[in-house]
């Protein structure tokens, strides 16, 4: 049972354009988000966070927002840059502030960033 | 470079047989988890080690075990293993068993069963 989906296996963009990759949920007890960069051959990177609590985090060119009420988020990457070029894993946590530490992990979007 | 460890990095066995997988966490980590990635199911928790004790369990087959020893570095066992068993396993470290940590991945082992 998927309970954190990300229903686009692939994206491409024009380099400097904006990127968005989307993610759905189904679990209503998940209260933080991470999503990851892998590259080829590397284990995934984490890349940026958000707490339940909030409905927007922004680091640098990427930015995660968040929509509870219909259980999405999604990725923002401005301007994109063909070195963003990587899978991209959204994951979701229903244990914080506890002492369980699971992770639920989407399928990846491929993100091909072309000049 | 996450500073976590992974070896060996590659490893092809045959059905039936028995593997290990062995994972050194970022230094002060005591927080061990590991991950499976297969064709067909993305990312998929397997099981988290604290502190030398187990604290969650995920889709882990009866086959599979995993510890922690007291240099926290960690170690899952792979028994008679089967061709769906081929996949990518990962490990990842943090700093407490709170998910809020940030989990930092290693490189992975990739496993061929034939």
């Known amino acids: 049972d998927q309970q954190v989906k990300q229903n686009s296996p692939s994206l491409s963009v024009q380099e400097g354009r904006i990127s968005i990759l989307n993610c759905d949920y189904t679990?209503?007890?998940?209260?933080?988000f991470l999503w990851y960069k892998k590259y080829p051959a590397e284990g995934p990177t984490f890349l940026i966070s958000?707490?339940?609590?909030?409905d927007k985090n922004e680091d640098g060119r990427f930015t995660v927002f968040l929509n509870k009420s219909a259980k999405h988020l999604s990725l923002h990457i401005v301007p994109s840059q063909p070195g963003d070029s990587a899978v991209y894993f959204c994951?979701?946590?229903?244990?914080?502030?506890?002492?369980?530490?699971?992770?639920?992990f989407g399928r990846g979007t491929q993100l091909t960033v072309w000049p | 470079d996450s500073g976590v460890t992974q070896t060996p990095k590659h490893l092809i066995t045959a059905t039936g047989q028995r593997v290990t997988l062995r994972c050194s966490p970022r230094?002060?980590?005591?927080?061990v988890y590991w991950y499976q990635q297969s064709l067909d199911q993305g990312l998929q928790f397997l099981i988290q080690?604290?502190?030398?004790?187990?604290?969650a369990k995920g889709n882990i087959l009866e086959r599979f075990s995993a510890q922690q020893f007291p240099d926290l570095h960690s170690e899952l066992n792979l028994s008679s293993l089967e061709l769906g068993d081929s996949a990518l396993y990962f490990c990842?470290?943090?700093?407490?068993?709170?998910?809020?940590?940030?989990?930092?991945f290693g490189p992975g082992t990739r496993l061929t069963v034939l």
């Open positions: 990842a470290s943090s700093p407490s068993p709170q998910t809020a940590d940030t989990q930092y």
């Open positions: 679990n209503s007890m998940f209260d933080y």
């Open positions: 958000i707490s339940s609590i909030k």
């Open positions: 994951a979701a946590s229903a244990d914080r502030g506890s002492t369980l530490g699971r992770l639920y």
């Open positions: 230094s002060g980590d005591l927080s």
């Open positions: 080690y604290y502190n030398g004790e187990e604290r």
